[in-house]
Structures are given as C-alpha cells and as structure tokens.
C-alpha cells in the first residue's frame, strides 16, 4: 500500500520562501506521476504543479516563477520550492501521487502567509 507524507509547511511573512517535501512509501512505479494540490475552506483542490515520471513539469499560472516542483524518484521524494509567498497560497498542500489509474493522497500540510 501506497503512503504519502507531507511535511515542511509552516508560517511565513509574505516574500518569504518555504520548502515542502512529500515521502512515498510501498510500491512506487517509475511511471508514476506526482503534484501537489492545495486547498482552502472557500475553494475546491486545485493542482498547483505536476510532475511526470518523464520529468516534464506544469504550474497553475498563480504559482508560475515562483513554485518549481521536483521529484527524487530513487529516494521516493518530491518536493516543492516556494518562492516569493504571498498571502493568497495560504492553504493546506497535498501531494498525490497517481499509478495504475489510481490516486494516493497524503494528509496535507498546512502554510500561512500573513505578516
């Protein structure tokens, strides 16, 4: 069984930067893909950037130039780099992970950014 941890969120002012990082564990195939997902109690889950197993990576265009997305697939890593936080990513983040038609979610990680 697949399991997704996520950890690294936390407060920070605006203009800040935060790392967040999402450990898999189980059967991880090579081909799988992965993102991270946020959400707040006024808007559904929206993708905030993916990552194939190939590499190829995608933003929302909030997040574009700020968020860069990565994965370490020999230590079932991926992470997400945060850059110039504002206010409005305040939001729980999620990192799925999606093989053989089927997502795994991790429990979400909180981030706030307020001054």
């Known amino acids: 069984q697949v399991r997704l941890v996520e950890s690294g969120g936390g407060s920070v002012q605006p203009g800040g930067s935060l790392r967040l990082s999402c450990a898999a564990s189980?059967?991880?195939?090579?081909?799988?893909?992965m993102g991270w997902y946020r959400q707040t109690p006024e808007k559904q889950r929206e993708a905030v950037a993916t990552?194939?197993?190939?590499?190829?990576?995608t933003y929302a265009t909030s997040v574009l130039g700020r968020f860069t997305i990565s994965r370490d697939s020999a230590k079932n890593m991926m992470y997400l780099q945060m850059n110039s936080l504002i206010p409005e990513d305040t939001a729980v983040y999620y990192c799925?992970?999606?093989?053989?038609?089927?997502?795994?979610w991790g429990q979400g990680t909180q981030v706030t950014v307020s001054s």
């Open positions: 799925k992970l999606q093989q053989l038609g089927l997502d795994v």
């Open positions: 990552i194939t197993f190939g590499g190829t990576e």
């Open positions: 189980g059967k991880i195939f090579g081909t799988a893909s």
